[in-house]
């Protein structure tokens, strides 16, 4: 089962708008993780944030993280034609076992 | 541009066979990671590798093999192949579990 759930799971905004997408997890994690990817092929890593952050900042986007909700949002901010694509949020569980959990993802839609 | 190289990119086999997928990192990336993608789902992880030994497992059968080579390039097996199996498997390694991954470009399989 994925422990990763976004929200919404489809998103259409006009260029030049934010989008805000939003993440909840079920376990104790030691990051978190937002992957972006194009029409099916590779993920491309955006952002990571650890368990003991509560916001991250890296260009356009912001993520935060409120471990207590169990929950993570993504902003991006101006959103250009080229944000179209799925994201999704990818929780890391370490100890003598990994796992990386993804959730099932946002497809944004940015409308010229 | 991604430091990760899968291949074949597309793959075609008969259910009951067997396959091998392959992928080769960045130098320095000990810790490889296998996923499975449906369409329209979120990867779901198979099993990681660091420095060649299994350290993480996810949900899915002993057919689904590994090994990790230390010149940095690993593979996926996959026996007694069944049509469920028809997706996109994608690869990703990192220098270190706690940062982000480097996804490969995936390899599509399609069981008939």
């Known amino acids: 089962s994925q422990q990763g759930e976004e929200d919404p799971q489809a998103l259409s905004i006009q260029e030049g708008e934010n989008a805000t997408m939003n993440c909840s997890y079920k376990t104790s994690i030691n990051n978190l993780q937002w992957y972006r990817q194009n029409s099916g092929r590779g993920l491309v890593h955006l952002i990571l944030i650890r368990s003991n952050e509560r916001e991250k900042h890296s260009g356009r986007l912001r993520v935060t993280l409120d471990t207590s909700k169990k929950s993570s949002s993504l902003l991006i901010t101006a959103s250009r034609a080229a944000d179209t694509a799925s994201y999704f949020c990818a929780t890391f569980q370490g100890n003598r076992d990994d796992k990386i959990i993804f959730g099932k993802g946002t497809r944004l839609h940015i409308l010229p | 541009e991604t430091g990760v190289t899968q291949s074949p990119t597309h793959l075609i086999k008969t259910r009951g066979q067997q396959v091998t997928l392959r992928c080769s990192s960045q130098s320095g990336h000990n810790t490889v990671s296998w996923y499975q993608q449906a369409l329209g789902q979120g990867p779901q992880f198979i099993f990681q590798?660091?420095?060649?030994?299994?350290?993480g497992r996810g949900n899915f059968p002993p057919r689904f093999s590994g090994l990790q080579f230390p010149n940095y390039s690993s593979e996926l097996n996959v026996n007694a192949l069944e049509l469920d199996d028809s997706a996109l498997y994608l690869c990703?390694?990192?220098?270190?579990?706690?940062?982000?991954?480097?996804f490969g470009s995936g390899t599509r399989l399609t069981v008939v």
């Open positions: 990703a390694s990192s220098p270190d579990r706690s940062y982000g991954y480097t």
């Open positions: 590798y660091y420095r060649e030994e299994e350290n």
